[in-house]
């Protein structure tokens, strides 16, 4: 697949075609707030408002494949039903590597066991041009976990180069789209890939703000042995058990399915939305039995998730891309999975 180079004059003409000819588009805003710009992605109207240069969204882009609610299907008592799949076309612009390595996550363990059409449907209806980080944010630590750059998950990806992007198109999809809204561009040259690997060759060890001690695949066996370790009970001593970790995470996917019964007992819908694991209800089952209801079981129980139960499933990849989300998010500052391994880490020396 192809490798071009965009000016920057040519990238508004690029993100303006694709506005003006695709229905829903997505991409990285800022809001400026007293400490500075925020960013978030939402509808994009105009390629003024993207912003490539970000360090981290508040929340990860996985909300337009795994809304926060959705309805999954509507049904009448007695009678038949409809699934609510939606089948629109999607374009997110601006994906991070670490994002699309947790995306690349989901698509597998949605995929596995019992297919999720919904997910599925939606993923295969997006396409994502991504670009590598251009900004360090005050907590990302994805160096440690090999998520800082990648070579595959996206349909294009640009690296911003200077005075120009490079653009490669990793899909046929990609390549179209590329073809299509960027006819100007002209290959890259070998000094703009070689900018293009100075640019990935950085971030692969300088997004880490907080240093894993080890490597991610000694992680499992870390965990393995600290189930008993006093860090959860220290941890957890502060935990609000609000959640924000789990629900402004990359790679956390659990969600609660609820009926919702028209008083007419004649009709209803089934929907889902987000759930998280630290919240005090997660385990709570028939009965009003809980059975993670201490804090501390809560708060192992999430980097037990990240670090052994879902590499599992995912070949020892560990659930967790660095992204520093959650350390942001937390306001006792117990979040930070990083500080959980290294202490484990030092008690096991
Ligand atoms: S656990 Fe934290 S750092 Fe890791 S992917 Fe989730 S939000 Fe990001
Ligand atoms: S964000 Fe912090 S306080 Fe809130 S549930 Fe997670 S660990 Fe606990």
Known sequence: MSMKKISKTGFGEFITHIINTDGNVYGVQAKTEAKGDRFAFGPLTSADDLRLDYDVTLSPPKKYLLPPKETLVKYEVGGGYESSICKCKSILIGVHPYDLVAIKQMDELFSQDEYDTH??????????????????????????????????????????????????????????????????????????????????????????????????????????????????????????????????????????????????????????????????????????????KKREARYRHRLYRKGSYIPKKLGGEIACVGCGRCVGACLPDIANPVAVYNQLLEETK
């Not at 998520?147 to 990806?157: C, E, Q, S």
């Not at 073809?179 to 300088?206: C, F, L, M, W, Y």
């Open 119 to 292: 997910y599925m449907t939606r993923r295969r209806n997006t396409t994502i041009i991504a670009c590598d980080v251009a900004k360090a944010s005050p907590n990302v630590f994805a160096s440690s976990m090999g998520t800082a750059t990648v070579t595959d998950g996206y349909d294009i990806l640009l690296t911003d180069i200077g005075g120009a992007y490079v653009a490669h198109a990793a899909t046929e999809k990609g390549e179209a789209l590329l073809t299509e809204a960027a006819p100007s561009a002209g290959d890259a040259t070998e000094a703009d890939i070689a900018a293009r690997k100075a640019v990935q060759d950085k971030n692969d060890t300088g997004l880490n703000q907080h240093e894993l001690k080890c490597g991610p695949a000694d992680i499992p066996g870390l965990l393995e042995k600290g189930y008993d370790s006093p860090v959860w009970e220290e941890k957890a001593a502060t935990c609000y058990s609000c959640g924000s970790c789990n629900l402004t995470c990359p790679t956390c996917y659990c969600f609660d399915v609820q009926d919702d019964v028209a008083w007419s007992l004649k009709e209803g819908a089934r929907h889902r939305a987000w759930d998280g694991c630290l919240l005090e209800n997660f385990a709570n089952v028939a009965g009003d039995h809980n059975f993670r």
